[in-house]
Nanobody
Framework: QVQLVESGGGLVQPGGSLRLSCAAS????????MSWYRQVPGKERELVAV????????NYVDSVRGRFTISRDNAQNILYLQMDSLMPEDTAMYYC????????WGQGTQVIVSS
């Protein structure tokens, strides 16, 4: 069965860093462009970053460009999001999914940026 499991979130002070992971199962990551999303209560889910299958194409929402880095390990079937210089407005539940032909959302991983 196809499944996505996010991990790596937590509580961090402003200016700190976290590395999120997304383990995919039931399909081969190398066949898909992948994305990270985030959502805060009462707001729509926001696309944060996209990466093509070969990692040649990468794009970010303006609010995280220069601070976040999306990457992937196709051999291990894992997607990553390195988040640096975190700000309170980055506080959200973070999810991964296929950029197109999305599958059921995982449970997400909570990121809280607070002093």
């Amino acid at each position: 069965q196809v499944q996505l499991v996010e991990s790596g979130g937590g509580l961090v002070q402003p200016g700190g860093s976290l590395r999120l992971s997304c383990a995919a199962s039931g399909f081969s990551l190398r066949d898909y462009s992948m994305s990270w999303y985030r959502q805060v209560p009462g707001k729509e889910r926001e696309l944060v970053a996209v990466i093509t299958p070969s990692s040649v194409g990468i794009n970010y929402v303006d609010s995280v460009r220069g601070r976040f880095t999306i990457s992937r390990d196709n051999a291990q079937n894992i997607l990553y999001l390195q988040m640096d210089s975190l700000m309170p407005e980055d506080t959200a539940m973070y999810y991964c999914n296929r950029y197109r032909s999305r599958i059921s959302w995982g449970q997400g991983t909570q990121v809280i940026v607070s002093s």
